[in-house]
């Protein structure tokens, strides 16, 4: 299976060695761009580089869903995580051709284990690290232009766990049909929000929103996957997310910081 997973990454980093697979990618190139730095670029061809800000590495996943014309399967993971079917073990351990085509053989997606939240919900989740209004926002837009997913929304959001970080590999048709649906849903609460006044952090909406549209689509499209791990590349920093759920549960924000 001719296979091309993105690497999203804003700066010089290392990557994996599989260049036949992995494909570094400089996203928000338009701006982050500087000379040495050899990743493909998110502001060559048909693009929205200039949306970085705001929509994360989504840039890198609208460069690869116009542009990547000749492969069977599209991915993207991150210069600190990526998926393997290994608990550790870094760069070196990450998916290979040989693992991606068992994987796929029978299912259309491969996407990480769950992140668990147990004492709250996705959407509780959501609305004590970020602004409220555009997930609420959301809503309103899939009950107006794709009512069919309106169920499926509600049921992710009442969840406690959800396949988070935009990390995926599909089959190309199928990543299409995703990001059809995604861009367009994306637009409209672009159009239907002012986040003039965000912090830069929270500028970044779109891309968290994603988040969690990713397994509405998942559920209301029945799409089969399979899960694998997840690694961190580098510290987790673990402590500092136990400090600003604690801060967010008692109501205190420290520019709703988002790990």
């Known amino acids: 299976m001719r296979v091309k997973i993105l690497v999203a990454a804003h700066k010089k980093f290392p990557m994996p060695e599989n260049r036949n697979i992995y494909l570094p990618i400089l996203v928000g190139a338009k701006k982050n761009y500087k000379p040495g730095i050899d990743f493909q670029r998110d502001d060559i061809g048909v693009n929205i580089s200039a949306k970085n800000p705001n929509y994360n590495e989504l840039t890198a996943i609208y460069w690869a869903w116009k542009n990547l014309k000749d492969v069977e399967a599209v991915g993207l993971v991150h210069y600190r995580r990526v998926l393997s079917t290994h608990r550790k073990g870094g760069f070196p351990s990450v998916l290979n051709q040989e ?10 997606a491969i996407v990480p284990r769950k992140r668990h939240y147990y004492i709250e919900t996705n959407y509780s989740h959501y609305i004590h690290a970020h602004h409220k209004e555009p997930l609420d926002q959301t809503r309103e837009i899939i009950k107006t232009s794709c009512p069919e997913y309106l169920d499926a929304f509600d049921k992710v959001m009442s969840r406690r766990s959800a396949h988070m970080f935009n990390m995926f590999v599909m089959k190309k048709n199928v990543f299409d049909d995703y990001c059809e649906w995604l861009f367009q849903i994306l ?62 549960k008692f109501g205190l924000n420290f520019g709703k910081t988002h790990f």
């Open 99 to 108: 693992e991606i085509d068992s994987l796929l053989l029978n299912h259309d």
């Open 187 to 248: 637009t409209q609460v672009e159009q239907s929000i002012d986040i003039s006044e965000y912090t830069t952090q929270e500028a970044r909406v779109f891309g968290y929103i994603s988040e969690l549209l990713f397994d509405v689509w998942l559920l209301e499209n029945n799409i089969q996957y399979t899960e694998c791990y997840w690694q961190q590349i580098g510290k987790k920093q673990t402590g500092k997310k136990i400090f600003y759920f604690v801060c967010r």
